[in-house]
């Protein structure tokens, strides 16, 4: 059932109760209206716009959520039709004195998003416009399109952006925080091909910005926290169209050797090849092994159809329990690893989906048995507790990463090289088990952070738990926290954009 906007009329007394402007944190000047009436904002918004009330099927849909691990509350869903749909839905809930939260892809787990106990959400989706430019180097992106919508889009003109690997995730969500994807070698970050972008700020204003503005360092590692991004004109490349991938399935007894050689310089004293991504998984298969979980190693390669063996051949000299060879492209690339749209990652099954993420130099072969041995503890087999968790290890290559300065942008770890982090996917059933996940992550996380041989946490803020502090999301560097916090002031005083790994 679609409420749109002249319809919604009837709904308005109930909600405004329940959404009452005293439960909201005031801001210092001014007061608040103590009702709310949406016709009001309906009337301000484009004839495509929509506003869903709780109870229709539209709510429901537009608020479901990957993890239901502390999820943001929202008591009115605005869909905004237009880029000034999103400037009249900040004015509105600002003038109501409501929080707001931008959604779009609905994969932020972070726990810090369950401190929105009301408010409108404003969920992105129909911002969704690619628009290449004549050139072909650029296109202009919309703020509320998924990664495989846009993949699909170029694709079909022979083009193709950095974007992040999983087909159901959001195109800027990832960009906001950085963003890791398949072409990150090649190019950088996802955030690292932006050109410029508009952006709604916190007092409502609707701007362009580019490297011309001090806001276009932030918005690039800590984004969430400044604006609604509507739209941004990101370079786009020519197609790289095919790729190879050996999936090897290895015994936990394994977990040293797979490590040691996952080390490995790759003839070029320790950068990947561009052309060259390897990620692994843990977790549990019982056709592979019955008992524990197992270690799934992908080594994917571009621009041929069967892997280099020079790369593969060490592993296959451990003795895999089994191994498969596929080729294809890029559009590939997401069900081989499992992350399509018909794989789990991309369904909203009501679990919790907390992950406890550590980026490393390299890895600890005596680190990984002892985080191992944690992991196969809990995930016994398929129906326990954790029986779908899953550890993940992702090493991209990094070329295109390194080659921005450190300072670049406000994404702090590019001196990094595998991102780390165990999924610890469960069932919800109340807060003793919430701090038992909690307790485990984090003691699985800091046994890892022990064994690197780093002086302080660094952990990607999009796959953030959300008990880490601003030092852990943005770097703990003085003068990142300085800018981060100077810019705050400067553009949202108030902290409206608060919910996601808030920097202060
Ligand atoms: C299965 C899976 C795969 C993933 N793969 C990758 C990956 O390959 N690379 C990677 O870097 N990350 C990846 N992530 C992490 C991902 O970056 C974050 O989960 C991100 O928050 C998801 O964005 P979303 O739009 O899907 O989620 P949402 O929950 O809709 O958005 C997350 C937050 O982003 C902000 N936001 C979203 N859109 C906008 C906008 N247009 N303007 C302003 N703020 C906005 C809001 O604060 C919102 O709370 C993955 C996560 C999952 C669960
Ligand atoms: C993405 O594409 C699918 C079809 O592949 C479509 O159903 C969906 O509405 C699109 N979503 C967005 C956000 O563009
Ligand atoms: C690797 O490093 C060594 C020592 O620094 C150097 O001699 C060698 O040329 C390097 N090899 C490559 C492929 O860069
Ligand atoms: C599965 O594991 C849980 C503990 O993780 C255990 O309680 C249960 O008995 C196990 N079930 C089977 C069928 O082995
Ligand atoms: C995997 O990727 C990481 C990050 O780029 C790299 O350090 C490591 O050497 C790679 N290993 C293999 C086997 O490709
Ligand atoms: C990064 O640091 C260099 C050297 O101090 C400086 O010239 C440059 O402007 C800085 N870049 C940014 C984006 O702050
Ligand atoms: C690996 O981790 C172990 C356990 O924390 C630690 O003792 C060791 O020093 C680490 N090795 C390196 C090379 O950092």
Redo the contacts with the bound molecule.
């Keep these: 059932m679609r409420q749109f906007k002249l319809e919604v009329a009837a709904l308005l007394a109930a909600w405004a109760s329940a959404a009452a402007c005293l439960d909201v944190p005031q801001s210092s000047q001014g007061t608040c209206p103590n009702n709310v009436n949406a016709k009001q904002l309906g009337n301000k918004l484009s004839n495509t716009a929509e506003i869903y009330f709780p109870g229709s099927a539209g709510f429901a849909a537009a608020i479901a ?3 239901a691990l502390d999820p ?1 509350v929202a008591s009115i869903v605005v869909v905004p039709g237009t880029e000034n749909d999103v400037v009249e839905t900040v004015k509105f809930a600002n003038q109501k004195c409501l929080p707001f ?10 726990t810090t ?1 369950g401190k929105m106990t009301h408010g409108v959400e404003i969920y ?1 989706t129909q ?1 969704d416009c690619v628009e290449i430019a004549s050139n072909g180097q650029t296109a202009k992106i919309g ?2 399109i ?2 495989k919508n846009l993949t699909d889009v170029l694709w079909a003109q022979g083009k193709q952006a950095v ?4 087909e ?14 398949w072409l990150q070698g090649h190019y950088g ?2 955030s690292d091909q932006y050109v410029s972008m508009n ?1 709604v700020l916190a007092d409502g204003t609707l701007t362009t910005i580019d490297e011309n503005s001090d806001l276009w360092w932030a918005m690039r590692g800590a ?2 926290n400044f ?4 739209s941004v004109t990101s370079k786009i490349y020519d197609l790289v169209p095919n790729y190879a991938i050996e999936t090897l399935i290895f015994s936990g007894d394994n977990v040293e050797a797979v490590y040691e050689i996952a080390n490995d310089n790759w003839l070029t004293n320790g950068t990947m090849p561009v052309d060259l991504n390897n990620w692994s998984y843990w977790y549990f298969d019982p056709t592979s092994d019955p008992d524990k979980p197992v270690i799934a190693f992908y080594i994917i390669q571009e621009g041929v159809n069967i892997v280099d063996p020079v790369y593969t051949e060490p592993f296959y000299n451990i003795g895999p329990i089994s191994s498969q060879a596929q080729s294809g492209t890029y559009l590939d690339l997401a069900a081989w690893t499992g ?1 399509s749209l018909a794989d789990p ?2 369904q909203k099954t009501g679990e919790a ?1 907390p992950r406890f993420p550590i980026y490393l130099k390299s890895y600890n072969a005596t680190a990984q048995r002892q985080v191992y041995d944690i992991f196969s503890s809990l995930v016994t087999n398929s129906s326990g507790p954790f029986g779908s968790a899953l550890f993940m290890f ?1 090493g991209y290559s990094q070329q295109g990463v390194k080659a921005f300065p450190d300072n670049a942008t406000a994404f702090a770890y590019r001196s990094d090289n595998l991102l780390v982090a165990p999924l610890l996917t469960y069932k919800l059933d109340g807060p003793e088990l919430d701090a038992y996940v909690a307790q485990v992550g984090n003691q699985i996380r800091q046994i890892l952070y022990e064994g690197s041989g780093d002086s302080s946490l660094h952990a ?1 803020v ?2 953030a738990y959300g008990d880490e502090t601003p030092l852990v999301w943005y770097g703990s560097e003085e003068w990142r926290q300085d800018r981060l916090q100077t810019l705050k002031k400067k553009y949202d005083p108030n902290a409206r ?1 608060s ?2 790994a808030p920097v202060a």
């Excluded at 974007?163 to 999983?166: A, D, F, M, S, V």
């Excluded at 959001?170 to 890791?180: A, E, F, K, N, T």
Aim: one cysteine or more; proline letters at 5%; hydrophobic letters at 35%.
């Design positions: 959520r990957w993890s943001p939260l931008a959604t779009n892809g609905a994969h932020g787990s972070i998003l992105l911002l703020g509320g998924l990664a974007t992040g690997t999983c159901c995730v959001g195109y800027l969500g990832p960009g906001l925080g950085g963003g890791h994807g970050l996802v952006v984004g969430h604006g609604i991004v509507t992350i990652p991309c989906n992702e990607y999009n796959y954009f919910y996601y």
